[in-house]
Structures are given as structure tokens and as C-alpha cells.
């Protein structure tokens, strides 16, 4: 459910307290007009064009409120005259029809009128009915003009729209993280296998706002955060997460043509398993999905084929990151992508048309970009991939992504790992590598009934081994090097209300360290979610 935030018709409460505001405004503009200084020509018309607005608004309000009462008021009327011809036949209990009465004879049809009445009765009683539906329905539309708005600065709408979810979950075995884990780690000498907690971290609120048309194109723009940020340093701090900015866009959309400039998703990457016990990190992130929330600028033009088709070429420059953490808490240094002068280009092309009522599409992309990690060492990153959506039956689906690609951890790839150290990397004669690595996943989605989903998953990312072995080692590269990561989930999603969801989900997680066992994570979670 989502809800329109703009300026409406309010009651006649709130046209006299806006303009008792008014009102009171103009006073305190007049005794104050003596001790500051006199406005400027632009700030004076642009107050007198807010004030015209403002009591636009007004008599607008007003017409409105009084077209409502009037015609309430000739419901009520008629309702009242119709309840009073059904009285009689209420009370004396007549519905049968009676013959006509006979031409001339005043005394016949006075006697007959009460069962002429009766004989119209019924048609009387469909009437009622449509006025009481009507007066409804118009009760209905008053009651929704007294309700509280909220108001946005300017003049054009804005809508909120976002999920308040709990998950509740229970794992077996370590993971990198407990809510929502992403690939398995050995379980720490006596530590507990089994463990069980509750969040609301995933919760997610956003803002659209729709502006004016410029060029003769619709501009837009919207953000959305989360609770996943990480934990502030108190006790229980782990229920209190801090807010994290996730995307912030602004849009100019076309009829076949858009442009978007903000942090967004990646739309190379654009589609990700069903899941809501991972909304802080898309499903099969680590495990074969590239994903990633980044600065870009990005041009998209659909060109309209026959038959319904759709085809969609998609370019653009994103912020060139390479899954390096900040070298600083509060201010931001380069990395090794944008060291390189240049940022990261990314293009995709997409087909699509209708099919069981659902787009059946295939796509193709691929991205570059060049880092540098000082001392002449330079990795040129790369992917390619596809995607595709397809409807088998009504009610069945298959989707997924492939990708095979070098020096893209900024995208999540290998692992979330970018580059590899085949010595001391804080040498700089220490040689580096771009590490190989391929993977993807596929989800096979079942519409039970209009109201219950059910979805199974599997989704694989594979660092090439031979690109570490007799090169790198873990202790010169800070951490675990992974050689792969399996994921498989299946869960069930049950939405009884358009704006209420209810979500159980089972996911197991196998990691394969290079120079180590693997290690497996099992975890059990119930969402229930509340969408606005």
C-alpha cells in the first residue's frame, strides 16, 4: 500500500484555522514591517505569489466543502420523502399487487391506492437502495477529505511507500553475519553450533517526490534508506541499527526515452531472487548475484517492435569502486578504481514481450573498468553477462543471471574480492592479480494461489583456484581466500492483504575456502512485514 502525500480538499476546520494562519501572519508582517529592513522587489512578488496561491486554495476548499454539504443535504432530503411513502405499506403489512382500479369511480380508486403504492413498492425499495449506496459512498469521500495530509514544501506531490519487516531466524553453524548471512565460516572453538535472534533492521522507508515537466519530459526523484548500517556502541546496540542510505535518484522519463543520475542499482544486474529474509543484501549476493547501490549517470531509450515487443538498450558511467573498505571513518580518500583518472562504463541491451501475462525477456551486458594500486600496478576490470525471464505456464516462472568476469569484487564477483597480493602487500614490489571468477543463479518462482508464492533458488559464485594456488596465500591477503560459494533457499510467501505479508524461508550456505574444509550454515527465518 502506498500513500499519496499532496495537498487536497480539507474540511472547513481546516480552511479557517489556514485562514485564522493567514490572518495572523499579515498582522505580525505589519508590526515587524517597522524594525527590518524592506524586502527586496523578487522576495516581495514572491510572497504575494505564495499568498495568491494560498488563498486559491482557500476558495477552492471552500467550493468543494460546499458542493459536498449540498448534495448530501439533497440525499438526506430525498431519503427522508422516500421513507415516508413506505410507511403506510410498512405498517398496515400490504405488498400484494391489487387490479386496476375502474375509470370514474373516485371512491374504487381511493380504496385502490394504497395497493397501487404497493404494486410500486419494490421499485421504490431499488431506489433507496441506490440512494443509501450513493449516500455512502459520498460519506465516504467527506470522511477522506478530513483526513489528516501530509504537506510537502512546494507545490507538487510526493509519495512515502516502504516495508516495516521482522525477521526472526535460527542457524546452525557461523556465517559472516546472523541476520542475514551471505557465505559460511568454520564455527570458533567452543562456541555454540545453534543460535536464534529477531531484527528490524531490514525495515526500508522511501520517498518519491514528482516534480515539474521540463523539456517535455516528466522529472521525478526518490530515496530510500534502511537500518542496516551497522551498530551504534551501546548496549544493545545491536537492536538499534544505524540508518544507511541505499539509493537517491532523480529521473527525467520520456515517452521511449529516461535519464537517471543518483546512486541506484546496478542496472547491469537488475534482477534478484525473491526474498524477505535478505532485504539489506539482495538473496544470492556472494553467491553468483552482482549487485551493488552506486553512483551513476545512465541514459535508457525502449524502442517499441511489433507484436508487443520491447527492446531496450541501456548505457551509462558508474562511481568505479573496487569492495575496498574507507581508509577513514568521517573523510573519504580515493580508492584504486578511481585513482585510475576514469570512471567504470557499463551497457546493456534488453528484449521483451508479454507472455501468460508476465515479460518473458533476455538481456546482454557488460562493464570496464580500470584500477590503479599505486606503484605502476594496474588491474583492467571486466564482466559480461545476461539475464533472462521466463514464463513457462501462467502460474510458473523461471529467471535468473550469468555472469563470468575479472576484477569486479566492487560488484560483488569473487567473493566480494577484486584483486589478490602474491606477496606482503605492503611491499611495492609485491605483484597483484585480478582474480577470474564466474557464477550466477536461478530461481524457479510458483503462484499458488493469488495470495501464496513459493520460490526455490540456487545460486553458486566460483573464484578460480588456479588463480591462487602457487600465487596468493591467505596470510598475505588479510583474510580467507574463498574458492566457492553455494547458496540453495526455498521459501513461502503469503500475502493475505495487498499490504501485509507473511514469509517462511529456509536457506542453507557452503563455502569452500581454498587452503581450508568447507564450512555449511543452515538458517531457519519467519518474516512478517507491513508495506505503506
Same mark, same amino acid.
Given at each position: 500500500?502506498?500513500?499519496?502525500?499532496?495537498?487536497?480538499?480539507?474540511?472547513?476546520?481546516?480552511?479557517?484555522?489556514?485562514?485564522?494562519?493567514?490572518?495572523?501572519?499579515?498582522?505580525?508582517?505589519?508590526?515587524?514591517?517597522?524594525?527590518?529592513?524592506?524586502?527586496?522587489?523578487?522576495?516581495?512578488?514572491?510572497?504575494?505569489?505564495?499568498?495568491?496561491?494560498?488563498?486559491?486554495?482557500?476558495?477552492?476548499?471552500?467550493?468543494?466543502?460546499?458542493?459536498?454539504?449540498?448534495?448530501?443535504?439533497?440525499?438526506?432530503?430525498?431519503?427522508?420523502?422516500?421513507?415516508?411513502?413506505?410507511?403506510?405499506?410498512?405498517?398496515?403489512?400490504?405488498?400484494?399487487?391489487?387490479?386496476?382500479?375502474?375509470?370514474?369511480?373516485?371512491?374504487?380508486?381511493?380504496?385502490?391506492?394504497?395497493?397501487?403504492?404497493?404494486?410500486?413498492?419494490?421499485?421504490?425499495?431499488?431506489?433507496?437502495?441506490?440512494?443509501?449506496?450513493?449516500?455512502?459512498?459520498?460519506?465516504?469521500?467527506?470522511?477522506?477529505?478530513?483526513?489528516?495530509?501530509?504537506?510537502?514544501?512546494?507545490?507538487?506531490?510526493?509519495?512515502?511507500?516502504?516495508?516495516?519487516?521482522?525477521?526472526?531466524?535460527?542457524?546452525?553453524?557461523?556465517?559472516?553475519?546472523?541476520?542475514?548471512?551471505?557465505?559460511?565460516?568454520?564455527?570458533?572453538?567452543?562456541?555454540?553450533?545453534?543460535?536464534?535472534?529477531?531484527?528490524?533492521?531490514?525495515?526500508?522507508?522511501?520517498?518519491?517526490?514528482?516534480?515539474?515537466?521540463?523539456?517535455?519530459?516528466?522529472?521525478?526523484?526518490?530515496?530510500?534508506?534502511?537500518?542496516? =548500517?551497522g551498530f551504534p556502541s551501546t548496549p544493545n546496540g545491536v537492536d538499534f541499527g544505524n540508518v544507511r542510505l541505499q539509493t537517491a535518484s532523480l529521473r527525467l522519463d520520456w515517452e521511449h526515452t529516461s535519464v537517471v543520475a543518483g546512486q541506484d542499482s546496478l542496472f547491469i544486474s537488475p534482477l534478484s531472487p525473491t526474498s524477505f529474509a535478505s532485504l539489506a543484501t539482495p538473496a544470492m549476493a556472494y553467491a553468483g548475484n552482482l549487485w551493488a547501490w552506486t553512483p551513476q549517470i545512465r541514459a535508457e531509450h525502449r524502442f517499441e517492435l511489433s507484436?508487443?515487443?520491447?527492446?531496450?538498450?541501456?548505457?551509462?558511467?558508474?562511481?568505479?569502486?573496487?569492495?575496498?573498505?574507507?581508509?577513514?571513518?568521517?573523510?573519504?580518500?580515493?580508492?584504486?578504481?578511481?585513482?585510475?583518472?576514469?570512471?567504470?562504463?557499463?551497457?546493456?541491451?534488453?528484449?521483451?514481450?508479454?507472455?501468460?501475462?508476465?515479460?518473458?525477456?533476455?538481456?546482454?551486458?557488460?562493464?570496464?573498468?580500470?584500477?590503479?594500486?599505486?606503484?605502476?600496478?594496474?588491474?583492467?576490470?571486466?564482466?559480461?553477462?545476461?539475464?533472462?525471464?521466463?514464463?513457462?505456464?501462467?502460474?510458473?516462472?523461471?529467471?535468473?543471471?550469468?555472469?563470468? =568476469?575479472?576484477?569486479?569484487?566492487?560488484?560483488?564477483?569473487?567473493?566480494?574480492?577484486?584483486?589478490?597480493?602474491?606477496?606482503?602487500?605492503?611491499?611495492?614490489?609485491?605483484?597483484?592479480?585480478?582474480?577470474?571468477?564466474?557464477?550466477?543463479?536461478?530461481?524457479?518462482?510458483?503462484?499458488?494461489?493469488?495470495?501464496?508464492?513459493?520460490?526455490?533458488v540456487f545460486g553458486q559464485d566460483n573464484p578460480f583456484a588456479g588463480d591462487v594456488r602457487g600465487f596468493a596465500t591467505d596470510a598475505n591477503n588479510y583474510t580467507t581466500i574463498l574458492g566457492r560459494n553455494r547458496s540453495e533457499l526455498g521459501n513461502l510467501v503469503y500475502r493475505p492483504r495487498s499490504d501485509l505479508l507473511l514469509a517462511a524461508e529456509y536457506r542453507r550456505l557452503r563455502s569452500f575456502p581454498i587452503y581450508s574444509g568447507s564450512s555449511v550454515t543452515n538458517q531457519v527465518s519467519l518474516s512478517m512485514g507491513v508495506l505503506f
Amino acid at each position: 500500500m502506498k500513500t499519496r502525500i499532496k495537498i487536497a480538499g480539507l474540511g472547513s476546520a481546516a480552511a479557517a484555522a489556514l485562514l485564522i494562519f493567514l490572518s495572523s501572519y499579515s498582522t505580525a508582517q505589519q508590526a515587524t514591517s517597522e524594525s527590518r529592513p524592506a524586502p527586496s522587489d523578487t522576495a516581495v512578488r514572491d510572497l504575494a505569489e505564495q499568498v495568491r496561491e494560498l488563498r486559491g486554495l482557500v476558495e477552492q476548499m471552500r467550493s468543494e466543502n460546499a458542493q459536498s454539504r449540498s448534495e448530501m443535504q439533497e440525499l438526506r432530503q430525498e431519503l427522508q420523502d422516500t421513507r415516508r411513502l413506505l410507511a403506510p405499506l410498512v405498517a398496515s403489512g400490504n405488498t400484494q399487487p391489487s387490479p386496476a382500479p375502474a375509470q370514474g369511480n373516485s371512491s374504487a380508486n381511493a380504496a385502490a391506492e394504497p395497493a397501487a403504492s404497493a404494486q410500486t413498492s419494490p421499485a421504490l425499495e431499488d431506489r433507496v437502495q441506490k440512494l443509501e449506496e450513493s449516500a455512502a459512498l459520498l460519506g465516504s469521500k467527506v470522511d477522506e477529505q478530513y483526513q489528516t495530509k501530509v504537506e510537502t514544501a512546494s507545490k507538487y506531490r510526493a509519495r512515502l511507500s516502504g516495508i516495516v519487516l521482522m525477521n526472526a531466524f535460527r542457524n546452525v553453524g557461523a556465517s559472516d553475519n546472523l541476520d542475514f548471512p551471505d557465505y559460511a565460516v568454520p564455527t570458533s572453538p567452543g562456541v555454540s553450533q545453534a543460535s536464534f535472534g529477531a531484527t528490524l533492521r531490514q525495515t526500508e522507508v522511501g520517498l518519491e517526490v514528482f516534480g515539474p515537466n521540463l523539456a517535455g519530459a516528466k522529472s521525478s526523484a526518490n530515496v530510500r534508506f534502511d537500518f542496516a =548500517g551497522g551498530f551504534p556502541s551501546t548496549p544493545n546496540g545491536v537492536d538499534f541499527g544505524n540508518v544507511r542510505l541505499q539509493t537517491a535518484s532523480l529521473r527525467l522519463d520520456w515517452e521511449h526515452t529516461s535519464v537517471v543520475a543518483g546512486q541506484d542499482s546496478l542496472f547491469i544486474s537488475p534482477l534478484s531472487p525473491t526474498s524477505f529474509a535478505s532485504l539489506a543484501t539482495p538473496a544470492m549476493a556472494y553467491a553468483g548475484n552482482l549487485w551493488a547501490w552506486t553512483p551513476q549517470i545512465r541514459a535508457e531509450h525502449r524502442f517499441e517492435l511489433s507484436s508487443g515487443q520491447t527492446l531496450t538498450v541501456q548505457g551509462g558511467i558508474l562511481d568505479n569502486l573496487d569492495w575496498e573498505f574507507p581508509a577513514d571513518p568521517f573523510d573519504r580518500y580515493a580508492q584504486a578504481g578511481e585513482q585510475s583518472g576514469q570512471p567504470a562504463y557499463a551497457a546493456r541491451t534488453a528484449w521483451s514481450r508479454p507472455l501468460f501475462g508476465h515479460p518473458l525477456s533476455f538481456a546482454v551486458a557488460g562493464y570496464y573498468g580500470r584500477q590503479n594500486w599505486a606503484w605502476g600496478r594496474f588491474v583492467d576490470a571486466w564482466a559480461g553477462m545476461t539475464d533472462w525471464q521466463i514464463p513457462i505456464l501462467r502460474r510458473l516462472n523461471l529467471s535468473g543471471e550469468f555472469y563470468r =568476469g575479472r576484477g569486479v569484487g566492487g560488484l560483488g564477483a569473487g567473493v566480494g574480492r577484486s584483486i589478490l597480493f602474491g606477496g606482503d602487500p605492503t611491499l611495492i614490489y609485491t605483484p597483484i592479480h585480478g582474480l577470474d571468477s564466474e557464477g550466477g543463479w536461478s530461481q524457479l518462482q510458483l503462484q499458488i494461489t493469488p495470495k501464496l508464492q513459493m520460490n526455490a533458488v540456487f545460486g553458486q559464485d566460483n573464484p578460480f583456484a588456479g588463480d591462487v594456488r602457487g600465487f596468493a596465500t591467505d596470510a598475505n591477503n588479510y583474510t580467507t581466500i574463498l574458492g566457492r560459494n553455494r547458496s540453495e533457499l526455498g521459501n513461502l510467501v503469503y500475502r493475505p492483504r495487498s499490504d501485509l505479508l507473511l514469509a517462511a524461508e529456509y536457506r542453507r550456505l557452503r563455502s569452500f575456502p581454498i587452503y581450508s574444509g568447507s564450512s555449511v550454515t543452515n538458517q531457519v527465518s519467519l518474516s512478517m512485514g507491513v508495506l505503506f
